[in-house]
């Protein structure tokens, strides 16, 4: 790869780094400036960038339970989306063209059902990398959202067969053989063990799923997705997902580049572009709408709606197919791209305060919400509670279970992701399902009775998330938090943080005492 390539990411990358946006904008930007220097795609970046969508898939997959992605509200919401916003946008634009005669949209009704399909779909690649960026990928909203992403995909695949003729062979059945097969390729994970080669049998599980669904005709990247899930119950899943995580991040630069890359857009081409992108506000409040239809709670109907209100990059394939059947003209390949490429940008600074505007509209927001909330959406009690850790990782399971150990049942844990809570249900622990930057759940909490609050969260945007919303109900006890590297201990003292652990310091000092007092030297030291 071309030298300059690299360069002019890592300067936009990082330009965008500074002005506290997200890299992703600046990688987007990389790819028109790139553009408009004379560079074009090339095979090399296409190919960092598909691996990079299929790695990024598989490490979702890791993330998924299969009942997340068969629930009521997931396959409701995405299939009545789909069909109502092709209905609405199709006619919207079908009379901008035939009846108010606007030549840009003078189409047939054929080819606006088509426009508006290929703008049916948000982004896996933005949506996923907001999540993961967030920390969110396991939350309520993050997890409606990629089942949501997965109903799309399936769309996706059926529209390949019916407009290309590209039916998958016959022995796509035999994919249900896979099943049976799950404990041999838990075994072969457990057996990989902890250095290089674990993320080598990351990618070819990834990219072996990817071939074999390709062989049978069936999207490969839905392969890629299947194999994270069949691995997702495996209690290395975790780890493996963090080997996978540079490699990820690094070939998706790929991805963003090759948007800007595809295609230098003129004025009109912008223009039309950002009219499209105000159709982003329909999608947004369409979303809402069928969330809170589907009694959904406000916080939840609003910040996932928030995630999927993008365009997604297979409106090009879309699109691609549109053109080739002379259904559409190739510069509609352009605007659309364009389209997409904004609507990534909205996408990441809007979420980047979704928390803060859900606050600032929140009282707004919880008028359309359901009287009666589904089961798992009721709020938790939190009773005889003096410490409550939030985070249950490697960290915040650590700090509960020694906790636990020296106070008993006055310790609660709390966490947003209901497997890690349903394994120490099990063990008879204090526990609750929640997510800690919730503002709603805070307010729903008896909190009055609690003396610390430990913070275990690896982001410390997300820390000091929490600590605004304890601020925010009047908490009155302690507030401590762990930080990974000594820059961010600053950061939340300032924002209200009363004691802050730096993880590496603190274990290290840990393990020196607990050698210590097992060697006997602390009495030979007195």
């Excluded at 002019?8 to 987007?28: D, E, Q, S, W």
Aim: glycine fraction near 8%; charge should be neutral; charged fraction near 15%.
């Amino acid at each position: 790869m071309d030298f300059v390539i690299l360069l002019v990411a890592f300067m936009c990358g990082f330009a965008a780094k500074l002005v506290n946006t997200p890299p992703l904008i600046g990688f987007l930007a990389a790819g028109f400036i790139l553009n408009a220097l004379g560079y074009t795609n090339n095979d090399a970046l296409q190919i960092i960038a598909d691996l990079g969508i299929t790695i990024l898939l598989f490490t979702i997959g890791l993330k998924l339970h299969l009942k997340d992605l068969i629930a009521r509200p997931v396959w409701v919401s995405g299939l009545s989306h789909t069909a109502i916003w092709v209905a609405v946008v199709s006619l919207f634009i079908f009379v901008l063209g035939n009846v108010l005669m606007l030549e840009v949209f003078n189409t047939s009704f054929t080819t606006a059902a088509l426009i508006s399909f290929a703008l049916s779909f948000s982004s896996t690649v933005c949506v996923i990398k907001i999540l993961d960026e967030a920390g969110e990928t396991k939350t309520r909203h993050g997890k409606l959202a990629i089942g949501i992403l997965v109903i799309q995909d399936i769309l996706a695949v059926l529209f390949l067969v019916f407009s290309t003729g590209k039916i998958p062979s016959i022995y796509a059945f035999g994919l249900f053989l896979l099943l049976p097969c799950q404990p041999l390729i838990h075994k072969l994970l457990f057996k990989s063990g902890h250095g290089e080669l674990l993320p080598l049998t990351g990618f070819i599980f990834a990219f072996g799923a990817y071939s074999l669904f390709e062989m049978v005709g069936v999207k490969g990247d839905l392969g890629a997705l299947v194999a994270g899930v069949m691995l997702a119950t495996h209690a290395k899943a975790n780890e493996l997902s963090k080997a996978l995580y540079g490699f990820k991040d690094l070939f998706l630069v790929g991805f963003f580049l090759t948007i800007g890359l595809s295609a230098m857009p003129t004025w009109e081409m912008l223009a039309l572009a950002l009219f499209l992108c105000v159709f982003l506000i329909v999608k947004f409040a369409l979303f809402f709408g069928l969330f809170i239809t589907l009694r959904l709670r406000a916080r939840t109907a609003f910040l996932s709606a928030l995630l999927l209100s993008n365009f997604s990059e297979f409106g090009l394939i879309v699109g691609a197919v549109a053109v080739s059947a002379t259904l559409l003209e190739p510069d509609w390949l352009v605007i659309i791209a364009i389209a997409a490429s904004i609507s990534f940008v909205c996408s990441s600074l809007l979420y980047k305060h979704s928390h803060r505007l859900y606050m600032l509209y929140k009282e707004f927001l919880k008028r359309f919400e359901h009287p009666n909330p589904l089961a798992q959406d009721i709020y938790p009690q939190l009773s005889c509670g003096k410490v409550l850790v939030v985070g249950m990782g490697r960290v915040g399971k650590g700090a509960f279970k020694a906790l636990h150990t020296q106070m008993g049942n006055t310790v609660w844990g709390m966490d947003s992701d209901p497997q890690k809570i349903k394994s120490l249900v099990k063990l008879r622990k204090n526990v609750l399902v929640g997510d800690g930057e919730d503002i709603d759940l805070w307010e729903n909490l008896d909190v009055r009775q609690l003396e610390l609050v430990l913070i275990a969260l690896p982001s410390i945007e997300d820390a000091a998330n929490v600590t605004a919303q304890l601020k925010r109900i009047n908490y009155t006890g302690k507030i401590a938090a762990i930080a990974r590297y000594e820059d961010e201990v600053a950061p939340l003292i300032n924002h209200g943080v009363d004691k802050v652990f730096n993880f590496f310091t603190e274990a290290g000092l840990g393990f020196a005492e607990e050698s210590m007092a097992w060697a006997g030297l602390n009495e030979q030291s007195n």
